[in-house]
């Protein structure tokens, strides 16, 4: 089964309440009628109902599927800019600014899902990327044991012409600028656990560099080791090469001659690029010249699902992103419910 398909198919067995803030949107109602009717979604809209409507009526399409919530006539208003104000208390927030604040839509979709309306939520067709980042880190904090939030694109190879088959993450393409060997260390492991969750196999992490195995000598080469050996200190099962070139991270006979005792052996399904300049570069590589279908920025290392989307994004990539985020959740559950019982 196409990697895609497995994840439309997986959201489809276990649908999540998945909150989109930007219900006017031609290209969001398109995507949110299509997962609602195929069953990957349970979807809510936020927003002004008569608009949404409105605009739903003029596009043809029909909304009956979808619970809208009005920002004005809501009745969970109250209880979460309650709620807001009791997080960003110390941070100085009054609580006329929460009730200020609550009625932004990305704020109150983000709070839905902090309060357990929701489960996951997807934004950025109309905000921007650091307005969706910033209020997905405040409203929903971190995951248990992570230190850091980074985000990844999901790349499907399924072509025909496609030497590679299947899926890959690649990360972080879409958020941290220049991280640290620590950060870079967080970024592999929160991808590890991505590749998990969404290809359904054990993630293959290749930590990418101009050197393979010390072929070269520089600060950025030693950044990229320090961070795969952080990473193998937390996680000594995970199959990860330190330094390596894209080349042996993919191609086996490559790997063989360059890095005979490479754990991932020219198999990498998660690339770790050392920096954000040539993770960006990358993806739209393989997107543009390769084509690879690119899904993202997606983010991880959130308590709770919290996707961004491109503001060029089409219907197609919204509703993906949906399906995305169902199994996100699923996951998140799966983690938390083992949290409680190890505790």
Same mark, same amino acid.
């Given at each position: 089964?196409?990697?895609? /398909?497995?994840?439309? *198919?997986?959201?489809?067995?276990?649908?999540?309440?998945? &909150?989109? !803030? *930007?219900?006017?949107?031609?290209? @969001?109602?398109?995507?949110?009628?299509?997962?609602?009717?195929?069953?990957?979604? $349970?979807?809510?809209? &936020?927003?002004?109902?008569?608009?949404?409507?409105?605009?739903?009526?003029?596009?043809?399409?029909? =909304?009956?599927?979808?619970?809208?919530?009005?920002?004005?006539?809501?009745?969970?208003?109250?209880?979460?800019?309650?709620?807001?104000?009791?997080?960003?208390?110390?941070?100085? #927030?009054?609580?006329?600014?929460?009730?200020?604040?609550?009625?932004?839509? +990305?704020?109150?979709?983000?709070?839905?899902?902090?309060?357990?309306?929701?489960?996951?939520?997807?934004?950025?067709?109309? /905000?921007?990327?650091?307005? &969706?980042?910033?209020?997905?880190?405040?409203?929903?904090?971190?995951?248990?044991?992570?230190k850091l939030v980074s985000s990844f694109f999901?790349? #499907? =190879? !399924?072509?025909?012409?496609?030497?590679?088959?299947?899926?890959?993450?690649?990360?972080? !393409?879409?958020? @941290?600028?220049?991280?640290?060997?620590?950060?870079?260390?967080?970024?592999?492991?929160?991808?590890?656990?991505?590749?998990?969750?969404? +290809?359904?196999?054990?993630?293959?992490?290749?930590?990418?560099?101009?050197?393979?195995?010390?072929?070269?000598?520089?600060?950025?080469?030693?950044?990229?080791? $320090?961070?795969?050996?952080?990473?193998?200190?937390?996680?000594?099962? =995970?199959?990860?090469?330190?330094?390596?070139? +894209?080349?042996?991270?993919?191609?086996?006979?490559?790997?063989?001659?360059?890095?005979?005792?490479?754990?991932?052996?020219?198999?990498?399904? &998660?690339?770790?690029?050392?920096?954000?300049?040539?993770?960006?570069?990358?993806?739209?590589?393989?997107?543009?010249?390769?084509?690879?279908?690119?899904?993202?920025?997606?983010?991880?290392?959130?308590?709770?699902?919290?996707?961004?989307?491109?503001?060029? !994004?089409?219907?197609?990539?919204?509703?993906?992103?949906?399906?995305?985020?169902? @199994?996100?959740?699923?996951?998140?559950?799966?983690?938390?419910?083992?949290?409680?019982?190890?505790?």
């Amino acid at each position: 089964m196409k990697a895609l /398909n497995r994840i439309l *198919e997986q959201a489809r067995q276990d649908p999540r309440r998945i &909150v989109l !803030c *930007e219900g006017e949107d031609e290209r @969001v109602l398109h995507a949110a009628v299509k997962a609602a009717e195929n069953g990957i979604a $349970r979807v809510v809209l &936020v927003g002004e109902r008569t608009g949404i409507n409105r605009k739903a009526e003029l596009l043809g399409l029909d =909304l009956a599927a979808i619970d809208i919530i009005d920002l004005m006539d809501s009745p969970l208003r109250e209880s979460l800019a309650e709620a807001l104000y009791a997080l960003r208390e110390k941070r100085g #927030m009054t609580r006329e600014q929460a009730q200020i604040s609550v009625c932004e839509p +990305l704020c109150f979709a983000n709070l839905l899902v902090r309060e357990g309306y929701a489960d996951g939520s997807v934004a950025g067709a109309v /905000n921007t990327t650091a307005d &969706v980042v910033r209020s997905a880190i405040q409203l929903l904090g971190l995951a248990p044991g992570s230190k850091l939030v980074s985000s990844f694109f999901l790349m #499907m =190879l !399924c072509k025909p012409f496609h030497n590679l088959k299947g899926g890959m993450i690649f990360s972080d !393409c879409g958020l @941290v600028i220049a991280p640290d060997d620590e950060k870079l260390s967080q970024i592999a492991l929160t991808a590890a656990d991505s590749a998990e969750t969404l +290809l359904g196999e054990e993630a293959r992490v290749a930590m990418l560099s101009f050197s393979t195995s010390g072929s070269a000598q520089h600060d950025s080469v030693e950044k990229v080791v $320090r961070a795969a050996r952080r990473v193998k200190a937390e996680r000594p099962d =995970l199959a990860i090469d330190e330094d390596v070139q +894209l080349d042996a991270a993919i191609v086996a006979d490559i790997a063989e001659r360059k890095l005979p005792n490479s754990k991932v052996q020219g198999s990498a399904n &998660v690339l770790i690029f050392p920096d954000l300049q040539s993770g960006n570069i990358g993806y739209k590589l393989a997107e543009r010249i390769g084509g690879a279908e690119a899904i993202g920025p997606l983010l991880q290392g959130l308590a709770k699902p919290a996707n961004d989307l491109s503001r060029g !994004c089409s219907a197609d990539d919204i509703y993906h992103v949906i399906a995305v985020t169902t @199994v996100q959740a699923q996951a998140a559950e799966s983690r938390d419910t083992t949290v409680a019982d190890d505790a």
